[in-house]
């Protein structure tokens, strides 16, 4: 690898228990800027997000990655996205969902779940119902 293009790249899989289906991340890293890509899918409906950030520090992408990490598991222990397809991205504290749940009031209700995280400074909903 030569000096003037450090990139770092990791992919993450990580078996979800929201949706019925698996979560994928794949992250590259690059000086200053980090990319993600989240896929959720099930039988009928996929949800496909990318994501730029760009983080100081190694300890505000993981400050991320753990808010990500309680949404999920907060959504999950509730039960509102269960075998719907629902990825969680963040953002310096701004969390953002994307997916398909039962209704609006789910939605609605997945939204208040990731506002209430000790840390999320917002949460743009961008769910859907069918």
């Known amino acids: 690898m030569r000096k003037e293009s450090k990139i770092t ?3 993450f899989a990580i078996a979800s228990l929201i949706g019925a289906g698996f979560l ?3 992250t590259r890293a690059e000086p200053g800027a980090q990319s993600s890509t989240n896929s959720v899918s099930r039988e009928t409906d996929r949800v496909d997000v990318v994501g730029e ?3 100081n520090s190694s300890a505000e992408r993981a400050h991320d990655a753990m808010l990500i990490s309680e949404v999920k598991s907060a959504l999950s222990q509730d039960g509102v996205a269960n075998d719907y397809p629902v990825a969680v991205d963040c953002d310096h504290g701004k969390v953002v969902l994307n997916g398909v749940v039962n209704s609006a009031w789910d939605a609605k209700h997945a ?3 990731a506002a ?3 840390g999320v400074t917002g949460v743009k909903n961008q769910l859907t119902w069918h």
């Open 53 to 55: 950030h760009h983080y």
């Open 24 to 26: 994928t991340a794949e």
């Open 111 to 113: 939204g208040d779940i």
């Open 9 to 11: 790249a990791a992919t």
């Open 116 to 118: 209430a995280a000790d």
